[in-house]
Structures are given as structure tokens and as C-alpha cells.
């Protein structure tokens, strides 16, 4: 994932010349997780660089960058590091249009690095596409795939609105996977059916989609045939294929990394309680994170989801 990302920067670096880079350590260094290595020395200082470790002015001057017609895209250096941002999201990105009548908008990316898994300091591991989620004017995207990070960053640098780029780093680069050379793009909004089945509807994304496929393996072996949906697209949510999906297998589970309540889970179960609820067999169930601060090292395991907690989910939902 981190040379398909790589390679979605460069390509539109060398497109358009209106796409700059940088955030902490983009530049020189190429971030802490060498995701925009090389591109400084291919672009230039000028296109690609090194920002004050101070998030709010680093969205807040892609906001003025954007309005004047460049399309930033700019790191946070990790998913905890983002909330100094906050303001600058919420009160100007986001409503920019909104304010203008159409007249200005703000097509900025914002990477981010998300999700825990990989024995971090505090602030290193949070997921809370929530809260992104729920603010107008935002959409929230998060890939499980190098071939789905490329397009998809591809779509997001060319769209027009201010676009949360989540990055499950667990994943980073535990996954290989051929993906096309050149450009290709993968439109926003719209979910991946992964895996067809009869049984049950399973929901994911980002670095929970791995965790689901292996839990598909235990039920397969118990019987169980599981529809696996990467939603990729957080919001805009892609409601038609959700629907279509429970109406078939009658029943849903939604597997999220960050804390249950008031998750992104609860409203995909809502979009079924609204749009299939008499194709429903059993109510919809949520894998998710505890309502607690992601624990350090030693307790981090005991937060995350594992094949095991979604196969029991899987099982028992079916045996409702």
C-alpha cells in the first residue's frame, strides 16, 4: 500500500501542476512511514515539503492554497495528531462552499495514518472515522487494498471537496498485490462486493477487511457462507449495495476498529433497520472497539478485532 499510495502522488505530482505535498516530514525524510519518499528529489522543494509540526497551519494554508487554486495534499503524521486540526476542518474546509455560494471551494486530500495493531505510543492508534464521518462537507474514504489506495487517492486529489484520506497503517505493508502501472481511478462512494454469499452480510473496511477474510475462512469450514462488503467509502456510504446485500442474506454484521457506540457500525445496522428490515432473520450485529482509549502495547490486543471475536459473531448471528 505504501508504494501504491507513492505512486498515486507521483502521478498526479507530474499531471497537474497545481497538486503540491507536505506535512511533518513528507519532504526530506519522506514521512515516517516512507510513503512520499523520492518525491521531493523527483518534484522539487517547491512541490513537495517539509511543514512546522503544527497541524491547524497545515490545513489551515491548504485551505487559503486551495481557495487560490492549487490542490494540496497534506499529512497528518498520525491519526492522533489530527485533532489540533479540528477547527480548521469543521469550521472552514468543510463550509467553504457552503459560505461562498458556490463561489470558492476547497479541494484539499488530508492523508492520515489510522488504526492501532502496531504496538504504538498514545495518539498513534485511534479510530474515529466517526467523527469525520458525521461533519457536512467532509467525505472519508479508507482503502483495504493497493490497488484500491491508488484509485481511489487518484479520485480524491481530483475531486473538488475536502476528502479524508484514512490509511490503515497496519496494513501499510503487509499486503502485496499487483497494481496497474500508470493512472486508473476507483470512484468515491461506492463499496466493493469482496466475497459473495448466502448466510450473512458482513461489513468492513480498511485493515478489518483482512481480519474479516480470515474469519471467512473458519466459517466456511462451519458451514457458513459469508457476502464480505468493503465499504471503502465512509462517507458518501454506499446504501444501494448494503441493502441489496441484507435482503439476501437476511441478516448483517458490521466490523469496526474504533469504539462501539455512536460508530459507523450503528449506521450501516440503521440503513438495514430502515431499508431491509422485513428480509431481516436475526438483529444486526457489531464487531467493535471497546468505549476506551486505544491500550498501550500490553493490553492493545485485547482491543482489536481478531478473526476469532468475528467468526463467534458470525456464527451466533447465524444461529439466531
Request: hydrophobic share 40%.
Amino acid at each position: 500500500m505504501v508504494n501504491a499510495i507513492n505512486d498515486a502522488l507521483d502521478i498526479k505530482l507530474a499531471e497537474d501542476k497545481s497538486v503540491i505535498v507536505y506535512g511533518e516530514d513528507v519532504g526530506v525524510e519522506g514521512g515516517v512511514f516512507r510513503v512520499t519518499e523520492g518525491l521531493q528529489k523527483k518534484h522539487g522543494v517547491e512541490r513537495v515539503f517539509d511543514s512546522p509540526l503544527a497541524e491547524s497551519g497545515i490545513v489551515g494554508t491548504a485551505i487559503g492554497m486551495a481557495v487560490a487554486g492549487l490542490r494540496p495534499v497534506v499529512e497528518m503524521q498520525f491519526c492522533g495528531f489530527i485533532y489540533p486540526a479540528f477547527n480548521q476542518i469543521i469550521s472552514h474546509a468543510t463550509r467553504m462552499r457552503n459560505r461562498s455560494r458556490g463561489k470558492l471551494e476547497t479541494p484539499i486530500v488530508i492523508r492520515m495514518p489510522y488504526g492501532g495493531g502496531i504496538n504504538a505510543l498514545e495518539h498513534h492508534s485511534e479510530s474515529m472515522e466517526a467523527i469525520w464521518g458525521h461533519i457536512p462537507g467532509l467525505k472519508v474514504v479508507a482503502p483495504s487494498t493497493p490497488h484500491d489506495a491508488k484509485g481511489m487517492l487518484i479520485s480524491a486529489i481530483e475531486s473538488n471537496d475536502t476528502i479524508l484520506f484514512m490509511e490503515p497503517k497496519r496494513i501499510y505493508r503487509a499486503i502485496k498485490q499487483e497494481v496497474a502501472e500508470g493512472k486508473y481511478t476507483i470512484p468515491l462512494g461506492k463499496a466493493n462486493l469482496v466475497t459473495q454469499g448466502k448466510d450473512v452480510t458482513v461489513v468492513a473496511y480498511g485493515a478489518m477487511v483482512r481480519e474479516v477474510q480470515k474469519a471467512i475462512v473458519m466459517a466456511k469450514e462451519a458451514g457458513i457462507s459469508v457476502e464480505l462488503i468493503d465499504l471503502r467509502s465512509i462517507y458518501p456510504i454506499d446504501k444501494e449495495t448494503i441493502v441489496k446485500s441484507v435482503k439476501k442474506t437476511g441478516r448483517l454484521i458490521t466490523v469496526t476498529e474504533g469504539p462501539r457506540t455512536y460508530g459507523v457500525g450503528s449506521e450501516i445496522s440503521q440503513i438495514a433497520l430502515e431499508e431491509a428490515f422485513l428480509h431481516l432473520e436475526a438483529p444486526p450485529a457489531r464487531v467493535a472497539g471497546f468505549d476506551v482509549i486505544v491500550p498501550l502495547p500490553k493490553g492493545e490486543h485485547h482491543f482489536m478485532q481478531d478473526p476469532y471475536k468475528i467468526f463467534y459473531e458470525i456464527e451466533r448471528t447465524v444461529k439466531y
